[in-house]
């Protein structure tokens, strides 16, 4: 007989997996940012370092993996209505998708498996909780105001997966290999106003070609805020993990 896989997922142990693969993901970028070459690559990294038998569980004798890329939203929005203070409702727009998510293990055992696949939806009564934590990610390449309004867009779809979906855990990662003058001050005001409850990070690592030598040196910043991994352990603090 399979054993029971849900039981042994506590969900400390969870974010504490999430927290040190978001930190080896940082530090590799920060070391190496031409290891990647897309946001694609930075995710799929982070997919590979949460890898692991512990986070599975069993839903009536089919395994099933907590750890998923894309998965959509279980609200609809209108992307051009994203901001401080859009709460759509209910009836407007379409689906989105997080870059990364890690589903709720009760969730992920006992709901009916087209549900956690969540290729059925409901909008007059969407599932709540199935997601305990997800992530977006963003990859800063070119020094423009675009990829700013798409920090800010992501921002508020994490905001609105916390207050309609149940989503316990949420975090916003923009990583840059690039040295950002011109929109840089207000990528950072992006960062910074974030909601309060979403983190945000700025990571950025990139190469100047020096002169003088003629090789390429690289500069790395402190990331924005500093030791994100440090940032979330407190915001993710062990009495929120029930």
Not at 26 to 50: A, C, G, M, Q
Not at 105 to 130: C, H, I, L, M, Y
Not at 161 to 188: D, I, W
Not at 225 to 241: G, I, Q, Y
Request: net charge positive; glycine share 4%.
């Amino acid at each position: 007989m399979p054993r029971n896989r849900t039981a042994i997922l506590k969900e400390e142990d969870i974010v504490k997996r999430v927290i040190a693969g978001i930190e080896t993901t940082v530090n590799k970028f920060r070391e190496h940012p031409y290891y990647f070459f897309t946001e694609s690559d930075i995710v799929s990294y982070l997919w590979r370092e949460l890898y692991s038998s512990h986070l599975e569980v069993e839903n009536s004798g089919r395994r099933m993996y907590l750890v998923h890329r894309e998965y959509p939203t279980n609200f609809t929005y209108e992307k051009k209505n994203l901001g401080p203070n859009y709460i759509p409702d209910g009836t407007e727009g379409s689906r989105g998708h997080y870059d990364l998510v890690i589903l709720n293990p009760q969730f992920a055992a006992n709901e009916p498996v087209d549900g956690v696949v969540f290729k059925r939806f409901n909008r007059s009564s969407p599932t709540q909780g199935g997601v305990l934590i997800a992530l977006e990610f963003k990859y800063v390449i070119k020094d423009t105001r675009d990829f700013c309004t798409q920090v800010c867009q992501d921002n508020h779809i994490l905001r609105i997966g916390r207050e309609k979906s149940g989503t316990k855990y949420a975090a916003n990662l923009v990583f840059c290999n690039y040295r950002m003058e011109r929109y840089r001050s207000e990528l950072e005001r992006m960062i910074q106003d974030s909601p309060e409850d979403i983190p945000c990070f700025l990571i950025q690592a990139w190469y100047e070609k020096n002169t003088r030598t003629g090789n390429y040196d690289k500069r790395t910043p402190k990331p924005l805020p500093s030791a994100p991994a440090t940032f979330l352990k407190k915001h993710w603090t062990k009495d929120e993990c029930t």
